[in-house]
């Protein structure tokens, strides 16, 4: 049994076959855009600042990304060697940038677990608390330090990677690694919004257990000019077509949209229902 996830049993014959069919994530990947109105978002954020509640993009994107999911289960499923495994937890992942002394930009990639019990204001707290721990300029988290060990020996990194993979593979890869790792994660998440970029469709890494990767751009106006005229904040959405059927994802989408569009409902805890 791996340590973060469950076998998932009784699965119909095809859906078996999928990972035999394209064994690969990069052979799953579908690919599809959405758009979030700005102009809902960005009016709720302001409002809750103002009454001392800060909220940002992320964590109402995220927030209603995990509502969802937790009424559609099977978007937190992830596929290794050829098995379909339930994940038991969810987490997500994301990158931010940083500046070393030299004044050359630098990244690091975090990774946050989310529990049921939380809502939008916890989750924001979370990111926040998380984002102001790794914001110095060195490398401090325990990520980069395992990471600086593996390169710190020539050759090691190799052998360090083949031997994660490999233990991966087969189920034996400890907890403590796979907390450590970035690419096992139920969500990655970028924000090319925050460096004024386009959105893109990032791929999901072959290696570790992603199944979704989520990129928000720049926000656009549509219907310039028009009555319909509205700003919207658009995302790539890349994901892996082995772990729901098409109807599944339908419904998580259709869920993920309903969140964005009435982020008040995200305030009560994500595991309530409605």
């Known amino acids: ?58 964590s109402v994107l995220v927030s209603a990304y995990y509502k969802a999911a937790l009424e559609n289960p099977k978007v937190n499923y992830f596929i290794m060697n050829k098995k379909i495994y339930k994940r038991n937890h969810f987490c997500f992942s994301f990158v931010i940038l940083k500046t070393r002394e030299d004044g050359t930009p630098d990244e690091t990639t975090l990774k946050v677990y989310l529990e049921p019990g939380d809502t939008v204001f916890s989750i924001s707290k979370k990111i926040k608390d998380l984002i ?41 890869l400890p907890r403590k690694i796979i907390d450590l790792s970035p690419f096992h994660t139920s969500l990655f ?3 090319l919004a925050s ?27 549509e219907n310039p000019g028009t009555e319909k005229r509205r700003k ?19 419904r998580f989408f259709a869920a993920f949209g309903r969140y964005l569009k009435q982020p008040e409902l995200l305030e009560t805890p994500m595991g309530a229902k409605e």
């Open 195 to 221: 460096i004024n970029t386009s959105f893109i469709y990032h791929h999901c890494y072959e290696f570790g257990t992603t199944s979704v990767f989520i990129c928000m751009g720049k926000p656009v106006v």
């Open 132 to 172: 102001d721990q790794n914001s110095q300029q060195v490398h401090n988290n325990s990520t980069d330090k395992f990471a600086n060990m593996a390169f710190s020996i020539p050759g090691l990194a190799r052998f360090t990677f083949w031997l994660v993979y490999h233990l991966d593979l087969h189920g034996l």
């Open 1 to 58: 049994m791996r340590a973060d996830g469950t076998l998932v049993k009784n699965l119909t014959p095809v859906v078996q076959a999928l990972p035999y069919i394209m064994p690969r994530r990069f052979d799953a990947q579908n690919w599809a855009s959405d758009f979030v109105d700005e102009e809902i978002v960005k009016n709720y954020i302001r409002t809750k600042r103002k009454e001392g509640m800060p909220v940002t993009h992320m």
């Open 232 to 250: 919207v904040m658009p995302l790539g959405v890349v994901m892996d077509e082995r772990i729901a059927t098409g109807i599944e994802y339908s």
């Open 189 to 191: 998440v970028t924000n």
